[in-house]
């Protein structure tokens, strides 16, 4: 009876529990962490949207069960934000779920379609769901390059001609979270077109659709022609409305996944509180203004982390898109790999980041940056990493010997 469970043995240890404890016995000490790691807005749910739920929440009726895949007037609004910002036309009733937010999407979703064995493709680094979904579901993951290029679909046409089973479905999270690599539509379409001809279904994560700096609106798979017929995509309300805890998410597209989906679902729980869908709903079919303000916040935020980072001796590439840095380790630092980097940014330097090897091992060169503080605090945190840095230097710009522990 002391052995682990099945599925929980499946599951490597959690890397980011490494760095809490560290962050928690620093701030019972009275240090101020400046937390760069969890991506987790720090915005203001817009106001509007907060008075609806209040007034819903009044109305004793919405206090019981709600509707698993979403109530209609939700389903309803998801289709028509569909319809303005991609010109995709959905069916609410056949094509739409709502989801507590796409990470509960997500692993629903492989347990509806994975059987044990099945073969799934998924970018590496990405985010974890995206991966343990499907090892949770019996599922084999076979990792894929990140970015998307043409050595992707080389690796695309590789996985499939040497996997054993052929792989059931190819997981894609553009803008992408850690790397915030963006998709075009023309890259989207080659895809499609592989995928249908070789009948693999394909999941998109649109999480970051609104969150893009110094470009075009990022594109949603299903603009292809021919996606509806082996795609869904999965978005959230999290970031592009500041809602994570509020878990309002959606997942649409091809009819026979949905469907699955929503079974799943309905033997599951009974969909989010109804005044949080109405909510939705109000926030879906309203003015983008908020969208907007955040949009820019996020940018400014951005610029003055590259900036500020970069007076402090840490290069950042500006993404073009998330509300995440990938950032490279400093040269000096790159042989500790991303987790002792990490933890020894916020035991010396009151600096929170997340490890990239948390998001798979090709990420361990890198660590992952949150727009979550204000411009302040940005600056602040770039002082405590120049000082860092400088308490690692022998003064000829030499580091200090460091080993990993």
Known sequence: MSQDFHRIKRLPPYVFEHINPIKAKARAAGVDIIDLGMGNPDLPTPEHIVEKLKETVKDPRTHRYSASKGIPGLRKAQASYYGRRFGVKLNPDTQVVATLGSKEGFANMAQAITAPGDVVLVPNPTYPIHSFGFIMSGGVVRSMPAEPNEDFMRALDRAVRHSIPKPIALILNYPSNPTAYVASLEWYKEVVDYCREHEIFILSDLAYSEI????????????????????VEFTSMSKTYSMPGWRMGFAVGNERLISALARVKSYLDYGAFTPIQVAAASALNGSDDCIEDARKIYHTRRDIMVESFSRAGWDLPPPPATMFVWAPIPDQF???????????????????????????????????LALVENEQRIRQAARAVKKFFANHSDGKGNVVALNAK
């Open 212 to 231: 893009y700096f110094d470009m075009a609106p990022p594109p949603s798979i299903l603009e292809v022609p021919g996606a509806m017929d082996i795609a």
């Open 334 to 368: 790159a042989h500790l790999g991303s987790l002792e980097f990490a933890k020894l940014l916020v035991a010396e330097a009151g600096v929170a980041v997340a490890p990239g090897v948390g998001f798979g091992e090709y990420g361990d060169q890198y660590v992952r």
